[in-house]
């Protein structure tokens, strides 16, 4: 592989103005094609496979028209201090506000709170009413939702508290924005510093922009055929920055070395590209493994949003291969910094890469001077910062854990004190009548055996459809949507259906959104450890056959989960415990997001692989060309451990970014991307495994003899390019040089 990589380098090198050529071309043919496009669906969120989804479908058939799908917001009404809701004044304000809303567009009703049972608090002061739309929500009309919004402000100047709950007013995420400047911005700081050069710290922002811009703009092109949202491009933008920056990163570094060994130009791009370029294809397709993984955990939107990400991936590679070297043929000697090429001129020449004992070269002896104490003492540590982790509880946050300044927190704490924390999380439970003798009986069974159940506040008459073969019926917990209590209650109903079937013969479902978010968690934590087994066993064998080594694959996989074990454990003190919350802006802790633990392995393996398969790599070549163990762990942290430490800063500030939003879920991710990354790349790639490789010695690159013939030989480390003869430069590179 090397040596093709290395032809390929050369060839893009010479034929620059033709590689730069084509990839415009197809940026710009790609980007027509995304502007004529038609809009892609909306992707929902869909559970296949679950007890809620399976009522939601069922419920969506009998009750057509009912728009089960759509959106809806809840007016909450609170009369002054002192007052009744009830008394005339205020009810009056409440149904002129409730008939305002009625004849807004995209709305298919609004049900006035004194003539729908249960509506008005027991002591009086709170009133609801339920306003359902026609669209789903994060696709409302500006129009629909100013109406909503201004109905709101008109009860409030009449006198009365009030407040918009439910989704009507929830805002389509966006896929671009400051965060991603920030970045960028962050990304070109820390480059400038790595490199001295304002040339060679721009050009991996160039290209992972062309790149990132390329996977965009094919997802939005085949959004309508294959059903990707825009909400699918979300972590392909994400990711693809990240790696886009990275791999450019590291051949431009590589390319800078192989200047400084006083090679050509397009020799150097040529090497660059056959060896921090064979790294790259194998780092590529780790992350590649990972996203793709995602498609086991039985989530459509998962495995899109994975699928999507992985294209943006393998862009990512194509681009570093080919674009980057077309573009070091611009600029030649330019990547260097300024001083160095003065030097050059004076006749001094270019210093070797790797003669002065950088920082990392330092580090690296330091480690091996005391390996055991330092691998202890890193285990020991991501092991107290992982502990947390065992109290994990997943869920979905719902309105509970916004930020107390949006109304649609201030409606659920309104509707918790006037009618029970069990009142946000209201269970739908779905009776199917169909084939029975008696169907009013039959679901009147059914709801008399669910208010009979402890936890149960109240539940509501059932509701026939047309056909009436279809009930519906609404039991109230006493305990809110997000705790335990709740969570064990559905499962009592569930456990109360076999029994109901077989008295009665209709058939008794449990949905709603409370409902749905446990299923949700249950079924991403009955993914995560099918999902570790193939993400980390095929990236073992992935990483066997780059280090062509037994040990060095497992310590990578064993580091990893250690990692992101210790981020786990960040996450739960923050969000769940409430320590350095304040700090962060969160106000209100609960569960986890359910998605976190298997995002988070997704992210974060494919870049904890990049730095390993970086790192290690350059470590095997120095090893493979003649170096004893100990010495080419320093030569590996004396060529790479500078740009790998860059990455991972470039990462962290990325990450962090989103720490200071205000949606609470993008706040998690932000806090528990960054830390792993930060935990990943300083604590185990560059301290562990340096101790780990100390004390094994040569046998960390052991393998048995019978696995050394059946595992091909794809030369990472470049030993080939020794034996290939440079050809000969031709006139067009002098421009360059």
Request: proline share 5%; glycine share 12%; with cysteine.
């Amino acid at each position: 592989m090397a040596t093709f990589l290395y032809r390929l380098g050369r060839w893009a090198f010479v034929r620059r103005r033709l590689v730069a050529l084509l990839w415009v071309a197809v940026l710009a043919v790609c980007g027509v094609l995304a502007a004529k496009a038609p809009a892609a669906p909306d992707d929902g969120f869909a559970m296949p496979g679950t007890e809620a989804q399976k009522a939601f479908d069922l419920m969506n058939e009998r009750f057509p028209g009912g728009h089960a799908d759509g959106a809806s917001a809840r007016l909450v009404f609170v009369a002054p201090s002192g007052q009744k809701i009830t008394a005339q004044p205020n009810q009056q304000t409440v149904e002129k506000t409730v008939a305002e809303i009625a004849h807004a567009e995209q709305v298919t009703g609004a049900v006035d709170p004194f003539k729908m049972q249960g509506a008005v608090s027991k002591d009086g002061t709170t009133a609801y009413a339920t306003v359902s739309y026609s669209a789903k929500a994060g696709e409302l009309s500006k129009g629909a939702t100013d109406a909503l919004q201004q109905a709101a402000q008109h009860g409030r100047d009449a006198g009365l508290k009030v407040e918009i709950g439910g989704n009507a007013l929830m805002a389509k995420p966006e896929t671009g924005g400051s965060s991603e400047a920030i970045g960028m911005a962050l990304s070109a700081v820390v480059l400038m510093i790595t490199f001295g050069s304002l040339v060679a710290a721009g050009l991996p922002l160039l290209t992972a922009v062309i790149g990132v811009g390329l996977g965009m703009s094919l997802i939005a092109a085949l959004g309508s055929t294959l059903g990707l949202s825009s909400t699918t491009g979300t972590l392909a933008m994400m990711l693809g920055l990240a790696v886009g920056i990275d791999y450019a990163v590291f051949i431009v570094s590589r390319y800078r070395a192989e200047l400084s060994e006083g090679r050509t130009p397009q020799e150097a791009a040529g090497r660059a590209v056959g060896t921090a370029g064979s790294a790259v294809v194998f780092a590529g397709l780790t992350v590649v493994i990972a996203l793709a993984g995602l498609s086991v955990v039985g989530i459509p939107i998962l495995a899109k949003m994975g699928m999507a990400a992985a294209g943006t991936v393998v862009i990512a590679v194509l681009v570093a291969l080919t674009l980057v070297p077309a573009l070091l043929g611009f600029l030649g000697r330019k990547v260097l910094p300024r001083k160095v090429r003065k030097a050059e001129k004076a006749g001094g020449g270019a210093q070797p890469a790797g003669a002065k004992e950088n920082g990392g070269a330092r580090w690296a002896r330091f480690v091996l001077r005391r390996p055991l104490a330092v691998l202890v003492l890193g285990v020991i540590g991501l092991g107290v910062l992982a502990a947390p982790a065992l109290d994990l509880r997943l869920g979905l946050p719902g309105d509970e854990a916004k930020p107390t300044s949006t109304t649609q927190r201030r409606a659920y704490d309104l509707l918790s004190e006037g009618f029970g924390p069990g009142f946000n999380g209201p269970l739908t439970v779905l009776v199917d009548v169909k084939g029975t003798g008696d169907p009013k009986a039959a679901a009147g069974e059914v709801a008399k055996t669910v208010s009979g159940l402890p936890g149960v506040v109240t539940v509501t008459p059932p509701m026939f459809n047309k056909a009436g073969d279809t009930a519906l019926l609404n039991a109230i917990p006493a305990t809110g949507p997000a705790e335990a209590a709740t969570k064990d209650l559905v499962h009592t109903i569930r456990g109360h259906a076999a029994g109901l079937k077989a008295s009665t013969g209709a058939t008794v479902l449990v949905s709603g959104t409370t409902a749905m978010n446990i299923d949700v968690s249950q079924k991403l934590t009955d993914a995560l450890l099918p999902y570790l087994a193939v993400v980390v066993g095929l990236a073992v064998l992935l990483l066997l056959v780059v280090f062509r080594s037994v040990l060095v694959p497992l310590k990578a996989a064993l580091g990893f989960l250690l990692s992101v074990a210790a981020a786990l454990g960040a996450v739960v003190a923050v969000f769940q415990w409430g320590w350095l919350a304040d700090l962060i802006g969160v106000e209100q802790t609960g569960p986890v997001m359910s998605m976190m633990p298997i995002f988070m392995i997704g992210v974060v393996f494919g870049l904890a692989m990049d730095y390993e398969v970086f790192l290690v790599t350059r470590i095997r070549e120095a090893f493979v060309h003649g170096e004893q163990p100990g010495e080419a762990i320093v030569t590996g942290f004396r060529h790479n451990a500078r740009v790998v430490t860059a990455a991972a800063f470039i990462m962290i500030s990325v990450f962090a970014g989103f720490i200071g939003m205000s949606e609470p879920m993008i706040k998690m991710m932000g806090l528990g991307l960054a830390a792993a990354v930060a935990f990943d790349a300083f604590v185990v790639r560059m301290t562990i495994v340096p101790a780990v490789l100390a004390l094994l010695d040569r046998r960390a690159w052991w393998l048995p003899r019978w696995l050394d013939r059946l595992i091909p030989d794809v030369d990472v480390e470049g030993s080939k390019l020794h034996t290939v003869a440079p050809e000969p430069a031709p006139v067009r590179e002098s421009v360059t040089a």
